[in-house]
């Protein structure tokens, strides 16, 4: 009886193979000119951390990053519903505010109009979130702050 020969048939090219498709991203790299910006930052890292750590430094720049962490840190303790929420609202609401009536002026709605807008359900309702929206804020802004982190963590900070 014959043996069994132990073949294996290599597979089908299908495409570029892992060492083609690095040279020819070395090559895209190259030609874009990133490969030289990469050396020379290399080269002048000494001159390039002193820039980068003098523009750190700034006031301005330690105020723009505690500012972005702060928000943030307020985004991230919302579900994204109510981000969802919040900013398709906002962006309704900019529609309203900057549709102009070309049509009839509103005039004031004078005393009895005050009166039947003051028994409207319907305005009511919708103006009491925003009455509740208006008092959070106002309680946040009356709450004084040193430093932010440690507003928000209750955690002392030297920062």
């Known amino acids: 009886m014959a043996k069994a020969i132990d073949y294996q048939p290599e ?9 083609e498709e690095l040279e ?20 002048a890292n000494n001159a390039v951390a ?3 750590v003098q523009g750190l430094q700034r006031e301005g720049t330690l105020n723009v990053m505690q500012n972005i962490s702060v928000i943030l840190l307020a985004l991230s303790s919302l579900p994204p519903e109510k981000v969802y929420k919040l900013a398709f ?3 309704d609401m900019a529609d309203a505010l900057s549709k102009q009536d070309t ?4 005039k004031a709605p004078g005393l009895q109009g005050a009166w039947k807008m003051l028994q409207d ?15 959070a804020f106002s309680r946040r802004m ?5 430093k932010p982190i440690s507003a928000h963590t ?4 030297d920062a």
Not at 142 to 146: C, E, L, S
Request: net charge neutral; no cysteine; aromatic share 4%.
């Open 103 to 106: 049509g009839s002026e509103e």
């Open 154 to 157: 209750g955690k002392p900070s």
């Open 89 to 91: 609202g906002l962006r």
């Open 142 to 146: 009356a709450q004084p702050v040193d």
């Open 24 to 43: 020819r991203l070395l090559e895209t790299l190259h030609q874009h000119g990133v490969l030289r910006l990469a050396n020379d930052l290399v080269a």
């Open 121 to 135: 359900d319907e305005l009511w309702q919708a103006l009491t979130p925003l009455f509740r929206g208006m008092r």
């Open 50 to 52: 002193k820039v980068l």
């Open 11 to 19: 597979p089908a090219k299908i495409g570029p193979d892992a060492h």
